[in-house]
């Protein structure tokens, strides 16, 4: 068949879609102001936020230290976001399309680089619209000029795009090893390195001079030559994608959507582990072991060893407590390392959340509800715990106390983001049969916009008693309402 017999297809369907519209052209017209207007307006006050904070920074941090981590912060902002999205489009696609197009048009006898060009271009795009804002405002943090920041925004766009665009040709190479799956890991390592150098009083300042800065332009305009190139040939790369290759990732879109629609962003994760569960396809099965409640906690042993990933991160994640104490940040570590631990314990929590969303899997356990969850805990507890103790050594830094008491502090607050974690875990869906409150979006419930704020609101709680008391006393208080909490959530139905 002709090339041009995919661009009737698409002709096809984009008239059936305009014939059956019901949104008229001054309501499109109206919704579009409504959103440029909101979009211009909230960023201005971002920017007026940005530059603002960006002053009194340049008031407060005058130490060596503290000036030299502040020029690197842009650079782990652009890493790991940068990881995270190269993570992402390496899940879902890069390039994926929807149930509907995988059912009818991949099938069809007709040019598959020409149907899906315009996907991994949109995506390679969009990877820089997504970095290039984030990565302009961690640079007017930083108070680099205007030079510096064009640059470095420039850079990191370029940068995302061209990763995606490896990622769109690893894609196109299905049952080999290919280096770009080794872009989030390496974003990662660096990220890594840049707090280490943090942390140990290291750290390079990043000022561009002016030799810096024309090495810097030949970085981009190398990066903006391979983005081009990749635009070029990617009409080549995805003509060898197969049906198996794009169809899973948009089989991943509609329960995200979904999930999202309700603000409900523990279904989300369900989602994303259920997807990944699937692209491991089978796992060797693991024999033997304890009996009773403590096997469900052998069964998280057995997935930390097929998963060391997970460990090797949290293990990682200590080097950010140290490096927020080498800057100044005082009890404020505290704070960080509770909600440190409760973003990387999420993962740990999969048997609790399997026993908090399936009652009836919870059921066929010869013991209680609440001993049957803790049983669940164990092991990230006692993960978390590990990593308090060894970040205690980062409050020795700026507290005078006994190692005892710093050691009371740092496992206080690894049980506090375990306490923020079961609270995101356990956290009940919407509700739709409660009383529902009148908006102009129509009826919503109670519980929804409280979902986002859930755990937050528990790892702020619980650091608040050692942040206003950093004592022996302050640790014990902020321990009590952790595992109070935490035997709560377990025991309620």
């Known amino acids: 068949m002709r090339t041009t017999e995919a661009r009737e297809l698409r002709a096809d369907i984009r008239f059936w879609r305009r014939s059956r519209r019901t949104l008229s052209l001054g309501e499109a017209l109206q919704d579009l102001y409504i959103g440029v207007f909101a979009v211009l307006m909230l960023g201005s ?9 960006s002053d009194v920074g340049d008031r407060a941090c005058v130490a060596s230290d503290c000036a030299a981590a502040r ?3 842009p650079w782990l902002v652009a890493g790991t976001l940068l990881a995270v999205l190269w993570s992402l489009a390496r899940m879902v696609g890069p390039v994926a399309v929807s149930p509907g197009v995988a059912a009818w048009l991949l099938p069809s006898p007709v040019d598959r680089g020409e149907l899906l060009r315009g996907r991994a271009r949109g995506t390679t795009l969009l990877a820089a619209a997504l970095v290039g804002p984030i990565a302009a405002g961690s640079a007017v943090l930083a108070g680099y000029d205007v030079g510096a920041l064009a640059l470095f925004t420039a850079g ?21 090893r290919h280096p770009a799956h080794l872009l989030g890991p390496a974003s990662l390592l660096a990220v890594g390195a840049g707090l280490a150098a943090i942390a140990a009083s290291r750290a390079p300042d990043v000022a561009a001079g002016s030799s810096a800065r024309i090495l810097s332009l030949a970085a981009v305009g190398l990066l903006a030559a391979g983005v081009v190139s990749v635009l070029v040939r990617a009409r080549a790369l995805t003509a060898r994608l197969r049906r198996r290759d794009v169809a899973p990732g948009g089989l991943l879109v509609p329960g995200l959507g979904g999930a999202l629609a309700t603000l409900d962003l523990a279904l989300m994760f369900d989602v994303l582990v259920a997807h990944a569960s699937s692209r491991r396809g089978s796992l060797r099965p693991r024999r033997g072991g304890p009996s009773g409640l403590a096997a469900l906690a052998w069964r998280d042993v057995v997935r930390l060893r097929r998963q060391p990933g997970r460990l090797v991160l949290l293990a990682a994640s200590l080097l950010v407590p140290y490096a927020v104490a080498a800057v100044g940040g005082r009890v404020v570590v505290v704070l960080v390392e509770v909600v440190v631990c409760f973003v990387l314990v999420v993962p740990f929590l999969v048997a609790l959340r399997v026993l908090t969303r399936s009652s009836g899997m919870a059921r066929m356990f010869p013991a209680g509800l ?21 970040s205690a050594p980062a409050l020795h830094r700026t507290l005078t106390a006994p190692a005892s008491d710093l050691a009371l502090l740092g496992a206080a607050s690894g049980v506090g983001g375990l ?26 419930p109670t519980n929804l916009y409280g979902s986002v704020l859930r755990g937050v609101d528990i790892a702020v709680l619980t650091a608040l008693p050692m942040l206003l008391s950093p004592t022996p006393g302050g640790a014990l208080a902020s321990l009590v309402v952790s595992v109070g909490v935490i035997g709560y959530l377990c025991g309620r139905r």
């Open 156 to 176: 990191a766009a370029a940068l995302a795009s061209y990763g995606v665009g490896a990622l769109v040709q690893a894609q196109a190479s299905p049952g080999r």
């Open 419 to 444: 306490a923020a974690g079961v609270r995101w875990v356990t956290g009940r869906p919407p509700d739709y049969g409660r009383p529902l409150v009148s908006t102009p979006a129509g009826g919503v």
């Open 45 to 53: 006050m971002l920017v007026s936020v940005l530059v603002n904070l």
């Open 71 to 73: 020029s690197l912060l």
């Open 370 to 390: 609440a001993p049957t969850r803790a049983a669940a805990v164990v092991v990230p507890g006692t993960l978390l715990v590990v990593h308090g103790l060894l």
